[in-house]
């Protein structure tokens, strides 16, 4: 492993999560059950949501979304390019076809309204929307565009974790909110993710669909409440475990205490790096309203981004790229004209800098120093 000076990221600790990790030893119950349950409902609580059925990853949460909606072959499905592959990835798990929509501006990374629009054909089902950095879509848009074409609205609120916006949190917005807690997020149960839906019957299907789609739980049946099962749809199993149900109710106790964390290392960043040639999306955008995930850059036109990753790394100081856009990997291929070609600039340009709660004001600022350096 490199030993980063600053690197990317480092998740946060503390001995309340590492009681809550050996409870379930002590418990003697590993299996889904009732921490599962309590992380639930205390995970809706926090969004306001009706309910929340917790699962083993974000991508889980986003398939089980599709299976539940009974996307399939035939069907085609919306998401936007510049983000993670696990969201065109589940599409094509169903059947279904992703048709890939462009960012909105140069300086809002979400969905473009007007590209999504464009590209709804009759064989569109949904479109996943996805809250880059923690920045809300234009859901009023998003959700108006869906009901007028009958289009169901999944929301990746990956880095979304957990933001009112204009008075309701995203993953409230649409059909199902899908929530991930891999360890970069803004908390983490090593894998996990969450899926809330605002129909009880979508949630019962995704409940279905997370454990092989048996009508009982191996937990029932240790309770006695059943002695056998039916199977009435072909799930998976995407359920979680126990130990990091007690993790995630753990991490969701200090979250507000990461996310004000999170602001302050944002608004340094945001002051230090404003005036230079480098462009800092979401300018619009009220920080208190935002997840604020990660810290997205993009370079000058002219920059070598290479070298400048490259300069970075010899400084000790780890970057990444949000995202290389799907459509240009080798498995897209067939996509490589999508009509996508703000996401494709901006892809080319965007670098991501060190960003976590942890983060000193003396960290942020050995950053700052060298990319202005660098870009200079
Ligand atoms: C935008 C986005 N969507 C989906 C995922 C998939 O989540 P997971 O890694 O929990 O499967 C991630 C993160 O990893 C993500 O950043």
Redesign the pocket.
């Known amino acids: 492993m490199t030993d980063w000076r600053i690197s990317l990221f480092e998740p946060d600790f503390n001995e309340d999560d590492e009681r809550a990790v050996t409870r379930p030893l002590r418990d003697g119950w590993l299996t889904m059950g009732a921490a599962a349950r309590e992380f639930e409902d205390a995970f809706a609580a926090r969004l306001g949501a009706p309910r929340a059925a917790a699962v083993n ?4 949460a ?1 398939h089980l979304a599709l299976m539940a909606l009974e996307i399939g072959p035939g069907d085609e499905v919306i998401p936007p390019s510049l ?2 592959c ?2 065109a990835n589940v599409i094509r798990a169903t059947g279904a076809r992703p048709v890939f929509a462009d960012i909105h501006s140069r300086d809002d990374w979400t969905m473009s309204p007007a590209d999504l629009e464009a590209k709804i054909t009759p064989r569109t089902r949904a479109v996943i929307v ?1 809250h880059y950095a923690g920045f809300a879509c234009r859901m009023e848009e998003i959700a108006s565009i869906a009901k007028a074409r009958g289009l169901a609205v999944i929301e ?1 609120c ?2 979304a974790l957990t933001t009112a916006y204009r008075g309701a949190a995203l993953g409230t917005w649409g059909d199902v909110g899908c929530f ?3 360890t970069n997020k803004n908390m983490t149960t090593g ?1 996990g ?1 969450m899926a809330a839906a605002r129909d009880a019957a979508l949630d019962e299907r995704i409940r279905r669909l997370r454990s092989h789609g048996m009508t009982t739980l191996t937990l029932d049946r240790y309770q006695g409440r059943a002695i056998s099962y039916d199977v009435t749809h072909a799930g998976l199993n995407y359920r979680i475990d126990e130990i990091r149900a007690r993790l995630g109710l753990s991490q969701l106790a200090r979250l507000d205490g990461f996310l004000a964390r999170r602001r302050e290392v944002y608004r340094q960043y945001r002051e230090r790096l404003d005036g230079s040639a480098i462009t800092i999306p979401f300018r619009e955008h009220d920080i208190e309203q935002t997840g604020v995930h990660i810290f997205p850059i993009a370079l000058p036109e002219a920059t070598d981004r290479t070298a400048f990753i490259e300069a970075l790394k010899s400084e000790g100081i780890q970057t990444s790229i949000h995202y290389p856009p799907i459509h240009r990997f080798s498995a897209y291929q067939e996509y490589a004209e999508c009509g996508c070609p703000l996401t494709e600039e901006i892809a080319a340009r965007e670098v991501t800098l060190p960003f976590y709660p942890a983060m000193t004001e003396e960290q942020v600022e050995i950053v700052c120093e060298a990319v202005l350096r660098l870009v200079r």
């Open positions: 990853s974000g991508t889980a986003l983000t993670f696990a969201c996805v990746d990956a880095h991930s807690f891999f894998e993710g």
